[in-house]
């Protein structure tokens, strides 16, 4: 299998504070690792690519250094919301892919952020 | 142009019928397509993938692919309640900074009883 397990499932902050999403590949190495929010009735929009041992890479209009990306091992990758804002509440999902042509992305269970 | 395009429906069908789910995308470069099953306020779940033009089934679920007019469909047999759902294409893209998994808005699914 190619099982992704994300923690917590869900979390309520208050407005300044920080919090940190955990992404660990359970059964196999994963080098690579992507980071998704999602916001009601609207599609997964990717918001950066996590990478083993190296800086992250984030896509276009999301502050890195709000949305602090560690990818400290092969099966873990991590991502901190600084400085929350009620605006920052979404569902944030992970996602990695098994080597091999028989697996397809997998995603954790997601994290449902609320800032209050 | 929307990178992937779905239409957001929601498409109804009576159980048992044959669901089409339609998705087209932009880039001709695209090497692989996923469709995912996502049920509200939880995460996708993959349903299969496809690589090649033509057919692929699985159970239930057929892929069909066709690169020439850059077209990605899933289709479900015997539709049954437990089906609804929203329904995610995906494309992987291979960009400079590697590979990248886009994904249409989806297609909400509802079968009737």
């Known amino acids: 299998g190619a099982v992704v397990s994300q923690h917590p499932s869900r979390v309520i902050c208050k407005s300044g504070t920080s919090v940190k999403i955990e992404c660990r590949s359970l059964?196999?190495?994963?080098?690579?690792m992507f980071w998704y929010r999602q916001f009601p009735k609207q599609s997964l929009m990717l918001m950066a690519t996590s990478n083993e041992g190296s800086k992250a890479t984030y896509e276009q209009g999301v502050e890195k250094d709000k949305f602090l990306i560690n990818h400290a091992s092969l099966t873990l990758s991590t991502l901190t919301v600084t400085s929350a804002h009620p605006e920052d509440s979404s569902f944030y999902i992970c996602?990695?892919?098994?080597?091999?042509?028989?697996?397809?992305?997998?995603f954790g269970s997601g994290t449902r952020l609320t800032v209050v | 142009q929307k990178e992937v395009e779905q239409n957001s429906g929601p498409l109804s069908v009576p159980e048992g019928a044959i669901a089409s789910l339609n998705c087209t995308y932009s880039?001709?470069?695209?090497?692989?397509f996923f469709w995912y099953r996502q049920y509200s306020g939880k995460s996708p779940e993959l349903i299969m993938f496809i690589y090649s033009n033509g057919d692929k089934e699985d159970g239930r679920f057929t892929a069909q692919l066709n690169k020439a007019s850059q077209y990605v469909s899933l289709l479900i047999r015997d539709s049954q309640p437990s089906d609804s759902a929203t329904y995610l294409c995906a494309v992987n893209m291979v960009t400079g900074g590697g590979n990248k998994l886009t994904f249409g808005t989806g297609t909400q699914l509802k079968v009737e009883l």
């Open positions: 880039d001709r470069g695209s090497q692989s």
């Open positions: 996602s990695a892919r098994k080597q091999g042509k028989n697996y397809g992305y997998t």
């Open positions: 059964d196999f190495q994963a080098t690579t």
